[in-house]
């Protein structure tokens, strides 16, 4: 059977694209199809590692996850991880390309639609349906040249297009009429109809709204979809996504950073109904009463120890560790949590050193050699099992490395200080794990029966069934064609 596409973009960024596409991966795989996501060029510092040892966007993982797959490079070629305001990093079917400033990513993508029809290609064999998610939106057509994210990557594979509105943030009809009248004809001859996303309240409301699009448009409505309260239990991708979770007594505070990178560690912590997760925004001081303060992951290290300072948070943490507090750094957040940080190569800009918040007896050197690997360790106290993943540039050694408290194969994994308040590891996902994650809410003295798999699959049900009752798919499956044979 030869595969067929079908694309869904939006009318903007964050309008809910990953999550329609992940509800539909559940919907139509549960109806027995073969079913693989498919992103040609996404931009997210909350990156997936592959078993492969590649990179790509958390969506996509969880798409995969939907439809009952692996993550695989070829579901996202191309990854821009942002490092700057002006520039990213660029991973190419999984892997580090180099660091691009915008400007000359925008003037040179040599090879990336090529890279991008070759994995969409290779990723149909065997599939009976490929659903492609757009990024942005089609109607910034500044960036229409070139493009390989939207409207041109649906022309060169000639993929049907679903256009989503968002109600939530206002003005849908103008979004869903206004991308109409903005786009070139040939890219108009690729929608194929709307849908209207995140209505809350009685849907009924919108049918004239809904009637006067498709009269306007010409396009038949394929949905008005109604909120889904459950999606934030699903892991988030866009910064734009988190934030903070009330719960039960045990507070978890972690400071915003401006570059914050894969951040769902955070995920698991938020479904505790003992724990109240809060996201602390830049120019407020970190609370005083927090059980534990997380420092996150950081696409640029150095630059967000910077940010932390300049905020007032080195001094903030400082404190509460005086008090008695736990502080513990993922990644970024525990090389921060060092005596010193030295990118002798200028890994993330300019060559330097700095002094970091000195908690740990430790010391990073930051190296262009990039660690990106699935991983199983251990918690060396209670033998428990972990699985997570690595993703980081620089090795970090020294005194308190001798404390490590995972342990992967023979090595020891991570740093902790003498009296146990302050711990530092590169695993990113530990806490997806149930019985570390409650060894470690003990520690802290509250009790945890959360498991939290469970709790994603059973959303991911949710969000499908969600779509069956709010979309006609069906019919959405009719509109998807054939993916011709690559060239």
Known sequence: MTARALMIQGTGSNVGKSLLVAGLARAFSRRGLKVAPFKSQNMSNNAAVTPQGGEIGRAQALQARAAGLDPHVDMNPVLLKPETDTGAQVIVQGKRRGTQAAGSFMRDKTGLMEAALESYHRLAQGMDLILIEGAGSPAETNLRKGDIANMGFACAVQAPVVLVGDIHRGGVIAQVVGTREVLEQADLDRIVGFAVNRFRGDVSLFDAGRDDIAQRTGWPSLGVIPWFWEAWKLPAEDMMDIASRRGGACKVVVPQLERMANFDDLDPLAAEPEVTVEII????????????????????????????????????????????????????????????????????????????????????????????????????????????????MGRTTGPDCARGWLKIGDRLEGAASADGRVQGSYLHGLFSADAFRAQFLSGLGYDSATQYDNSVEDTLDALADHLEQHMDLDQLLSLATPIPASS
């Open 281 to 392: 925004p830049p120019g407020r001081a970190l609370p005083g009463d927090a059980d534990l303060v997380l420092i996150p992951g950081s696409k640029s290290t150095i630059g967000d120890l910077a940010y932390l300072r300049a905020q007032g948070w080195d001094i903030d943490i400082l404190a509460h560790h005086r008090r008695g507090g736990h502080v513990m750094g993922l990644c970024g957040g525990y090389q921060m949590l060092g005596k010193t940080i030295d990118d002798p190569m200028g890994v993330e800009g300019a060559a330097t050193k700095v002094a970091g918040l000195g908690l740990l007896d430790v010391h990073t050197v930051m190296s262009e050699e990039k660690q990106v690997t699935l991983t199983d360790a251990t918690s060396l106290a209670d033998d428990l099992p972990v699985r997570g993943y690595e993703i980081h």
